[in-house]
C-alpha cells in the first residue's frame, strides 16, 4: 500500500516546546502535503511541498522533505494549546489524482 | 470547512436501512471526495469525482454508491451491504484534478447504525 505512516502515533508535549512529527511513504510521488484535524472536525490543510524541494516554512510550520529516504518531517515551534490535534501526511498516488493519507499522529500540547 | 455543507452533523439508522449523506459545495471546485475514518485511523478513499457525471471507485467502495449529476452535489448513499457503516465520514474538494491542489474539506457526519 502507499499510505503513508506517521510517527510518532501519540505526542504529547508542553507548551513552548518544539514538536517533531515524521512521515514515511513507499513509493515515488509529485508532492506530499500535511493537513490538521480537531477532534470531530473536517480537515485543514498545512503546506504542501514538491517532490523537487527539500524544506518549506509557513509561520511556525516547518516541512523537509528526503525522497531519497522516502520520508517528510513537519516541525512546529513553540507549540500552543491551541496546536492540540491530529496531523496527517496525504501523498499523491502515481497516475491518480487522489491522495493517500496517512495514520496521523494525535499531539497534545500541555498549557 | 467554509464553503462545504455536509449534513446531518450526526446521523442514526438501523441495520438494513440505506442512508444518504449530503455533501454541497459553493467554491465552484471540479473534484469532489468521499472518505471514511475510523476512530484513531487515518482517511480510507470511497469514491471520487472529478467532472460531472463521471466518479470513480476508491479504496472501499463496496458498499457504497454515489452521483454527480450537479458541480455542487456529491451524495454518498451507504446501502445495506456495507457491512460496518459506523464511521466518520468526509467529503472533500479540489479546485482541479491535479494532485498538486490541496483539498478541502466538510465538517463531517458521523454515522452510527445499530
Known amino acids: 500500500s502507499q499510505q503513508g505512516e506517521e510517527d510518532p502515533q501519540a505526542l504529547s508535549i508542553q507548551e513552548g516546546e518544539n514538536a517533531t512529527m515524521n512521515c514515511s511513504y513507499k513509493t515515488s510521488i509529485n508532492n506530499l502535503q500535511w493537513y490538521r484535524q480537531n477532534s470531530g472536525r473536517g480537515l485543514v490543510h498545512l503546506i504542501l511541498?514538491?517532490?523537487?524541494?527539500r524544506e518549506k516554512h509557513s509561520g511556525r510550520l516547518r516541512v523537509t522533505l528526503d525522497t531519497s529516504k522516502k520520508s517528510s518531517s513537519l516541525l512546529i515551534t513553540a507549540s500552543r494549546a491551541a496546536d492540540t490535534a491530529s496531523y496527517f501526511c496525504?501523498?499523491?498516488?502515481?497516475?491518480?489524482?487522489?491522495?493517500?493519507f496517512g495514520t496521523g499522529t494525535r499531539l497534545t500540547v500541555i498549557p | 470547512d467554509g464553503g462545504i455543507t455536509q449534513s446531518p452533523k450526526y446521523l442514526f439508522r438501523k441495520e438494513g436501512q440505506n442512508v444518504t449523506l449530503s455533501c454541497e459545495q459553493n467554491l465552484n471546485h471540479d473534484a469532489m471526495y468521499w472518505y471514511r475514518q475510523d476512530p484513531g485511523q487515518g482517511l480510507r478513499l470511497i469514491y471520487y469525482s472529478q467532472i460531472v457525471n463521471d466518479f470513480q471507485k476508491g479504496d472501499i467502495a463496496e458498499g457504497y454508491s454515489v452521483s454527480r449529476e450537479k458541480k455542487e452535489s456529491f451524495p454518498l448513499t451507504v446501502t445495506s451491504a456495507q457491512k460496518n457503516p459506523t464511521a466518520f465520514y468526509l467529503c472533500?474538494?479540489?479546485?482541479?484534478?491535479?494532485?498538486?491542489?490541496?483539498?478541502?474539506f466538510g465538517p463531517g457526519t458521523r454515522l452510527t447504525v445499530t
Open positions: 472533500a474538494t479540489q479546485p482541479g484534478s491535479s494532485s498538486s491542489y490541496e483539498q478541502y
Open positions: 496525504a501523498t499523491d498516488r502515481s497516475g491518480a489524482n487522489n491522495l493517500f
Open positions: 511541498i514538491r517532490s523537487n524541494e
